[in-house]
């Protein structure tokens, strides 16, 4: 018992594996004589006990086993560590090991609010200090939610960003353990990070602070004020003032909140010079101490500067994982970013697509066309840049509600929560409207039935098949009228396929806003609506995107066409040639160069594919189908499919979602609950299983296949 719960002043040297990195830190902080918040550490051996003693160490086998994290996408990541981290909440600490700390806990924080964070062994030692892996949750308050806190800090061991880093943490089942540090909070009037060497100059010292706490500062909510320390002198460099000192983190009666300062504070620097030249010393001290330049958390109380935590400062040059920890984003954020994307981007790009499609590129010469086609690729690429910088970030609002109703509800499903989202008003639910409209006109008359067979198309039908091509005919994968209609034709010659299309769940919705106070029911509310409005720009910004792709690709094509005699070619089957862009771009500005021309080979390896009986990968949509297998790798084969078949491809993308009512089931070798494929299956109740690596080179088309969208297992039958 005595080494399951160990407060700071009776934590030994030789205890370092037991009470991991950041706890240890912290008493070589104390050693130094330095104040340090009091703090207990739940060592090692609690993490170990709680799964040996319960079911949790296989659960956590079995999800680790479903799919090899290096063949994974960061949904499925998060996916993962979202079932695991439920496995957490939902598995009860055995009542010897709760009795214990629980007894421990209330003698030494019964009556102050506290900070509860993670500290794995390694976590922050020289070589795997990654900031953001693990859990810190600040201002808890009492023995049970400190207990339920330590359970979720644990879970972090198991994290998404801890998935991306696994190589580097050494992320392992049988090794890899979690401690836990409780410190009391110290409500600073003044807070703030220090680099005792600048990422900018190895010559300086960064010196940064707030008003309030520090969390608006470490999630980027606050600006600083920011001091350039000479290192060698002590002099001070530079001091750069905020654009504004607008916000300030401050205490509620759980967590934080950001809230605007009272005007004395706004104007008010918030450190001195002698304040600097204490965390100048408080910096050099801990350098010389650890050996290495240190990032430092600090906060200022009553004239004191209490340490809240060191760690070695490292940099990594792989930028799609920090790009990955960038897209963790608090409440605040997601705000100001919804109403970019709401308000700006989105309008942005319907007036870019709008003007591209006005443009009459047939009725240029080729030097103009040259310079649109130039001019239309620039534009692709800022916009598929803003997507990534802004809309794919946006997406966390998903993932945070997601999170926050797990942590409160504990359901048994981890996605119960999906069903609150959908029925959010999906432009691709709007667009699959349209085409069940038209093939219910087709459905009524045969003789209109029989004049689009005959691909004649005329009166209130032929509108509305010219409207719909005008706004959805942009995709890359219809390429002419034609294949619109053989698609409404298709879905015309079956009966009408009633799929559950959802529009949340009242109940959930009820019991997820009840369970929180009055006070705080709002911000519940507003989260929910954060989530939902996340969901549907989810799938409707990546049309909106396909809009302007499709604006580019269409001049690719005039160019090509225009390349047809040159080439010896009639104007369709130039086509079926790969042309580079800067090829084109060449033969446009030369009338004497023929472009080099590449025949597009399409391998059929139908007849070659591996046979397995059952394949496992994750549940993404509720059900069990069985029926005749579509197996989908080039764009051109998506109208091959036909009523009630299982579709099999690598990954939905939204512009090729308008297929999904003719099919009774969908298997993707991309994962996860928040891709495209098992959005739009959820919205139409069709079972659905992810992140199957060799989907589309194991099932065959026209074998028998058996979809499980519980499990997550699809059965195949050789036909």
Not at 334 to 340: E, N, Q
């Amino acid at each position: 018992m005595k080494e399951l719960v160990i407060p700071f002043e009776k934590i030994r040297k030789e205890q370092s594996e037991l009470i991991g990195s950041k706890a240890f830190s912290l008493y070589s902080i104390v050693d130094e004589g330095m104040k340090v918040p009091p703090f207990a550490c739940i060592t090692t051996k609690a993490y170990e006990r709680f799964l040996d003693t319960s079911t949790l160490r296989g659960k956590i086998t079995m999800e680790l086993s479903r799919k090899d994290v290096e063949d994974m996408r960061w949904e499925e990541m998060w996916d993962k560590s979202l079932r695991i981290r439920s496995h957490f909440l939902n598995t009860p600490i055995p009542e010897t090991l709760d009795r214990q700390m629980r007894e421990q806990l209330s003698k030494l924080f019964s009556d102050v609010p506290v900070v509860v964070r993670s500290s794995a062994p390694g976590e922050d030692s020289s070589d795997t200090s990654f900031a953001g892996l693990h859990e810190s949750y600040v201002n808890v308050r009492d023995v049970d939610p400190i207990m339920k806190h330590i359970r979720l800090v644990w879970a972090s061991l198991w994290s998404d960003a801890a998935f991306l880093y696994r190589e580097e943490l050494g992320l392992d089942i049988e090794h890899s353990s979690m401690a836990v540090m409780v410190q009391e909070l110290v409500a600073g009037d003044v807070s703030g990070i220090v680099f005792s060497s600048s990422p900018d100059s190895d010559e300086q010292m960064a010196i940064e602070a707030v008003h309030g706490l520090n969390k608006g500062l470490v999630d980027g909510d606050v600006e600083p004020d920011r001091w350039m320390v000479d290192r060698e002198s002590s002099a001070i460099v530079q001091y750069v003032s905020p654009s504004g000192r607008e916000m300030v983190t401050r205490l509620r009666d759980t967590g934080t909140v950001l809230e605007n300062p009272v005007p004395e504070i706004s104007n008010t620097v918030p450190l001195d010079e002698d304040d600097v030249h204490k965390l100048y010393d408080i910096a050099m001290a801990l350098e010389r101490r650890f050996g290495k330049p240190q990032d430092i958390e600090w906060t200022k109380r009553d004239e004191e500067i209490y340490v809240l935590q060191s760690r070695p400062i490292t940099t990594t040059g792989d930028r799609k994982k920090l790009w990955y920890l960038s897209l963790r984003r608090t409440m605040d954020n997601l705000d100001k970013l919804r109403k970019k994307v709401e308000d700006e981007l989105i309008p942005e790009m319907i007036r870019d697509e709008a003007s591209l499609k006005a443009i009459d590129i047939e009725s240029m010469d080729n030097a103009e066309l040259a310079e649109e086609i130039i001019r239309r690729d620039e534009l692709h690429e800022i916009w598929k840049q803003r997507y990534i910088d802004e809309f794919i970030p946006f997406a966390h609002g998903m993932r945070m509600f997601g999170q926050v109703y797990n942590d409160v509800i504990r359901p048994s499903n981890p996605y119960e929560f999906m069903d609150l989202l959908s029925g959010s008003g999906l432009l691709s639910v709007s667009r699959n409207a349209e085409l069940k409209r038209l093939a219910g006109m087709l459905r009524k008359d045969a003789s209109l039935m029989e004049k689009a067979r005959n691909n004649v198309i005329e009166g209130d039908f032929g509108k509305g098949v010219e409207d719909f091509f005008g706004d959805f005919g942009h995709s890359d994968f219809f390429k002419g009228r034609e294949d619109l209609l053989r698609l409404i034709i298709e879905l015309a010659s079956n009966p009408e396929m009633e799929m559950p299309v959802k529009g949340g769940n009242k109940d959930l919705e009820k019991q997820f806003i009840s369970a929180f106070s009055e006070k705080n029911r709002a911000c519940s509310e507003d989260l929910l609506d954060t989530g939902r409005t996340s969901y549907r720009l989810r799938d409707d910004d990546n049309i909106h995107l396909g809009r302007i792709e499709e604006q580019y690709l269409s001049s690719l094509k005039e160019a090509k066409l225009r390349m047809a005699p040159r080439l010896g070619e009639a104007g369709g089957d130039v086509m079926d040639y790969d042309i580079e862009k800067d090829e084109l771009l060449k033969a446009l500005n030369d009338d004497s160069y023929v472009p080099v021309k590449k025949l597009r080979v399409e391998e059929d390896t139908q007849d070659k594919k591996e046979y397995k009986r059952q394949i496992q990968g994750q549940p993404a949509g509720e059900g069990l189908v069985s029926g005749i297998a579509r197996v989908i790798t080039r764009n051109k084969e998506l109208f091959d499919v036909r009523f009630g078949e299982i579709l099999i491809c690598d990954a939905i993308d939204p512009n090729m979602t308008f297929v999904v009512p003719l099919v009774s089931g969908i298997v993707e070798r991309r994962g996860g609950m928040l891709i495209h494929g098992a959005i739009i299956a959820r919205e139409y109740g069709i079972p659905c299983v992810t992140g199957i690596p060799d989907a589309t080179k194991v099932i065959k088309t026209g074998d028998e296949v058996t979809v499980d969208g519980y499990l997550g297992i699809v059965v195949i039958k050789r036909m």
